[in-house]
């Protein structure tokens, strides 16, 4: 039985015939398991989303070379109960059929597993798919492979690029002009000391972007060495580098009021630097609101008109309020309807937060003053980064998973969403308007991918 029968069924008692089936083939609380390490994957067909009516190809690493796995979604076994034989490398893959209506979501798939018996689940997510709406004006241009983020003065943007896993050899820090973008200068960062087992260091890799105007700076985040680097930012050359594991997995790094605030993914804190003399500063602790759990950070947005910084947990599912003249958190809101959330963006006129979850495909937007959940908008697959611009009044979402830009109104409505590239990565609100965006290669053939691009409100 496909998944779409599954789904559709509800039945409980096709659960529970086929529950009995198979139990009649062993004895309960024998072949007792000694452990397991398997791994379950979900992804649509050339690496798109998993959408209603599409196939889902469910992969297995790590499992023991011929073990058999059975798939069952609402208690009923997939693929017309078909069992997959796991290879001699200890993989599997086999395809799922999602039927057309399908709701968007997040679907419990039940592994059974035998020789050695073991049962467990992937979440397997069905994504909605947004027709292009408004009317966007879209200029871009190719750069480098890789990019990460991008930043902006009044004269010029600044973007990171990367590509690769450690070691990472191929590395640049970009100043463009921000009408043109062309290249003004361009840096590849130093080489990074080995590793402690010997292994090749590769180079300092620039990732998040930050830029303190009046100190002439431009901080880059060195995830891979757990570190952060200053340069300049009238011609590039390197100010400052900070030792390997000064802050472990950095991601974003915003300036304010003479200080440079860093994130460290997954950890409860912000590191904070003094942009002035390069030294760090005592760091801002923050706390998650459930009981037993440990708030990680991931991105942040700062509203310098009122000196306070926003912060989203992506091991929590929460966005926190830290007044930066006193370092202290503030609030901390609960997030139950997003899962993974990573970006985060403010409204000051209507003091209202957005919020990207990654795995629930959507954004919310909360009040600010209360934490109460106002809208909850569908914006497509894995959105990513958000970028909230006051000169249109709309919060623009970085949708990974469908190459797609989306702008969301405080009210929740889509205004506008269009195709946007190959993987879009990150964006920031514009001069007069609009956002810069920039996006990921899906390969050296891409033509969509390692663009930035200038969007904004067509007439």
């Known amino acids: 039985m496909s998944l779409a029968t599954a789904l559709r069924s509800g039945v409980c008692g096709l659960a529970l015939s086929a529950l009995m089936a198979g139990a009649a083939l062993c004895d309960p609380f024998t072949g007792l398991a000694k452990g397991f390490d398997g791994q379950l994957m979900a992804a649509g067909q050339n690496r798109a989303p998993i959408t209603a009516g599409s196939t889902a190809e469910v992969r297995g690493k790590g499992f ?51 020789n050695p018996d073991f049962a467990t689940t992937l979440e397997l ?56 973008f062309e ?63 000064s802050v472990p997995h950095p991601r974003d790094a915003l300036a304010h009021d003479g200080k440079v605030y860093v994130t460290a993914t997954f950890e409860p804190t912000i590191h904070v630097f003094d942009a002035a003399t390069l030294e760090e500063l005592a760091p801002i602790e923050l706390s998650s609101g459930k009981r037993g759990e440990r708030f990680g950070t991931a991105s942040m947005h700062i509203d310098a008109a009122s000196g306070t910084l926003y912060v989203v947990s992506l091991d929590t599912d929460e966005v926190a309020k830290v007044d930066l003249a006193s370092g202290e958190e503030t609030a901390v809101y609960a997030l139950p309807l997003s899962k993974r959330t990573i970006g985060v963006g403010y409204d000051a006129k209507t003091d209202r937060i957005f919020t ?21 908008v569908a914006v497509g697959s894995g959105p990513l980064n ?19 830009l989306v ?22 609100a514009a001069a007069g308007g609009g956002v810069y965006v920039v996006n990921k290669s899906k390969g050296q053939d891409d033509a969509t991918g390692d663009h930035i691009s200038r969007v904004t409100l067509g007439q």
């Open 64 to 114: 023991v070379p011929g073990q058999s796995v059975v798939l069952r979604q609402n208690g009923v076994a997939l693929n017309d109960g078909a069992a997959v034989t796991v290879d001699e490398k200890g993989e599997f893959s086999t395809e799922v059929s999602i039927p057309e209506g399908a709701e968007p979501g997040l679907y419990p798939v039940v592994a059974e597993i035998s």
């Open 386 to 404: 958000i970028a909230f611009d006051p000169a249109t009044d709309l919060a623009w979402v970085a949708v990974r998973g469908s190459d797609s």
């Open 125 to 180: 997510k069905v994504s909605p798919v947004l027709a292009d709406t408004g009317t966007l004006s879209i200029t871009s241009q190719k750069l480098a492979p890789g990019l990460y983020q991008v930043a902006e003065t009044p004269d010029a943007l600044y973007v990171t690029s990367a590509v690769g896993r450690p070691p990472v050899t191929e590395s640049k820090l970009m100043k463009l002009d921000p009408q043109t």
């Open 407 to 428: 702008a969301v109104s405080p009210e929740g409505e889509v205004v506008a969403k269009a195709q946007i590239g190959s993987f879009p990565n990150h964006l920031i």
């Open 356 to 376: 990207a979850g990654v795995d629930t495909d959507n954004v919310l937007i909360l009040d600010a003053k209360t934490g109460e959940t106002l809208h909850d």
């Open 183 to 245: 290249i003004l200068a361009e840096v590849t960062p130093e080489e990074a000391p080995d590793s402690a087992d010997g292994r090749d260091g590769g180079v300092f890799a620039v990732y998040g972007v930050g830029v303190d105007e009046a100190q002439g700076q431009v901080w880059v985040t060195n995830t891979r060495q757990n570190s952060v680097a200053v340069y300049s930012a009238e011609d590039l050359s390197l100010i400052k580098q900070f030792a390997p594991d």
